[in-house]
């Protein structure tokens, strides 16, 4: 997921297309994730980057989820799109830089390789 945000975000927001609900889809249907193991990957994957922007994550937002596991990851997809932006500043490199370092230290439950989790 983290790899197909950085090569084609960043992403309007949802509901201004679809296409972060695409990605976001073919990644659950390559990867064969049920969508809550898909959200348990999303907040992994962001700790990771948190870490390797060196960003604080006592003040680092996260967003509000809860009412619908569908409409969670996307919003949780949206905030992840931003986060990478953010993030590669703090980073001092490209979207691309910061995602492969991250996808380098994600160890996902199932891996896709295309996608590269």
Same mark, same amino acid.
């Given at each position: 997921?983290?790899?197909?945000?950085?090569?084609?975000?960043?992403? +309007?927001?949802?509901? /201004?297309?679809?296409?972060?609900?695409?990605?976001?889809? $073919?990644?659950?249907? *390559?990867? /064969?994730?049920?969508? *809550?193991?898909?959200?348990?990957?999303?907040?992994?994957?962001?700790?990771? #980057?948190?870490?390797?922007?060196?960003? /604080?994550?006592? !003040?680092?937002? #996260? +967003?509000?989820?809860?009412?619908?596991? /569908?409409?969670?990851? #996307? !919003?949780?997809?949206?905030?992840?799109?931003?986060?990478?932006?953010?993030?590669?500043?703090?980073?001092?490199?490209?979207?691309?830089?910061?995602?492969?370092?991250?996808?380098?230290?994600?160890? +996902?439950?199932?891996? $896709?390789?295309?996608?590269?989790?």
């Amino acid at each position: 997921m983290i790899m197909g945000l950085a090569d084609f975000g960043p992403f +309007p927001a949802p509901g /201004d297309d679809l296409s972060l609900e695409l990605g976001l889809s $073919v990644w659950l249907c *390559e990867s /064969d994730a049920e969508i *809550e193991e898909a959200i348990e990957a999303v907040y992994e994957v962001r700790s990771i #980057v948190l870490e390797e922007a060196e960003m /604080d994550v006592d !003040t680092e937002p #996260v +967003p509000f989820v809860g009412r619908s596991s /569908d409409r969670d990851l #996307v !919003t949780l997809g949206s905030y992840m799109d931003n986060l990478l932006e953010r993030a590669s500043v703090s980073a001092g490199c490209q979207r691309q830089a910061l995602a492969r370092r991250v996808a380098a230290k994600f160890i +996902p439950v199932s891996v $896709v390789e295309s996608l590269a989790c």
